[in-house]
């Protein structure tokens, strides 16, 4: 078996953060190994979330990343970024696809780190795969389902993350149709 890239020698900086959030999910067990995994903080899975965010940005989408691990490995079972423009796709957020990344697991296990407060379809749907906890990046820039999430028995921490809130902020005045596009859709862009 092959010794993992990551270990307890390794230290967390950027450029490793990097590569985990590049690394397809099922891959991340020959990149990291579970001492490794072990040291990784909240902080540092917000930090992954927005190297995701930022990747969808480079890519010309709108800069919302998701990690999903398991709560008690401290695991990365899932991950993802908005893709809205990327694969044409009108509900690709980032949280979706980090769902769609872990794939059909029991995610009452697991806590979700996304970038930017959820939208009201993407809590609605944390709430339906029974998420216990929810750690939100922003909400400078966009607020609003934390009270209903947290009324559905959710647990929502706020882990503002400074960078990912200067990203989405550059991006909201870069590309403001494409900001409204992402939270009402093509025809709240006809309306303005």
Known sequence: MLKALF?????????????????????????????????LSDADFMRIAVLLAQKSYDEGGCPIGAVIIDNDSRRIVGKGHNTLVQENHPYNHGETAAIRDAGRIDFS???????????????????????????????????????????????VDILEDAE?????ARFR????????????????????
């Open 7 to 39: 270990d307890a020698d390794t230290d967390i900086t950027k450029p490793v953060l990097t590569s985990i959030a590049h690394m397809p999910t099922a891959s991340l067990p020959v990149l990291m190994d579970e001492n490794f995994t072990d040291r």
């Open 109 to 155: 296990r697991t806590t979700l780190f996304t970038t930017l407060s959820p939208c009201e379809i993407c809590a609605a749907l944390l709430h339906m795969r029974g998420f216990p906890r929810v750690v939100v990046g922003d909400i400078s820039n966009a607020s609003g389902t934390e009270h209903w999430l947290r009324d559905k028995g959710l647990q």
């Open 164 to 168: 990912g809130i200067a990203l989405y």
């Open 173 to 192: 005045a870069e590309r403001p149709a494409l900001d409204l596009e992402d939270w009402r859709g093509v025809a709240a862009i006809q309306q303005i």
